[in-house]
């Protein structure tokens, strides 16, 4: 059974740090691409970022996050982290991962799918003030 586990939600007061964690189990990140999404109050879900396979491990940024936003994977943890870093209240959101990719940036798109739909549950993000 896979699982997608996220962490490290919280509050944050704006200009602050947060570090999520999506623990896999029953999946190996490296061998697919990780996406980060969020869903704020009344909108949209949206893509964040992404990081690829290790053939590859390219990553990705909404425009909305670049430069303030670091993802990353440990391999041996088999984990994938969101380092949120210059918080915006605009942050506030539920953060998801995925086992698939699907984000608008630098006036493009970028979509990974494998056919599988694997999501965690969320971790809440608020940034405050």
């Known amino acids: 059974e896979v699982q997608l586990v996220e962490s490290g939600g919280g509050l944050a007061q704006a200009g602050g740090s947060l570090r999520l964690s999506c623990a896999a189990s029953g999946l190996t990140v490296d061998d697919y691409a990780i996406g980060w999404f969020r869903q704020a109050p009344r909108k949209e879900r949206e893509g964040v970022s992404c990081i690829n396979d290790d053939s590859d491990g390219s990553t990705y940024y909404a425009d909305s996050v670049k430069g303030r936003f670091t993802i990353s994977r440990d391999n041996a943890k088999n984990t994938v982290y969101l380092d949120m870093n210059g918080l915006k209240p605009e942050d506030t959101a539920v953060y998801y991962c995925?086992?698939?990719?699907?984000?608008?940036?630098?006036?493009?798109?970028?979509?990974?799918?494998?056919?599988?739909?694997?999501w965690g549950k969320g971790t809440l993000v608020t940034v405050s003030s």
């Open positions: 995925a086992s698939q990719c699907s984000l608008s940036y630098n006036g493009g798109y970028y979509n990974r799918y494998y056919g599988m739909d694997y």
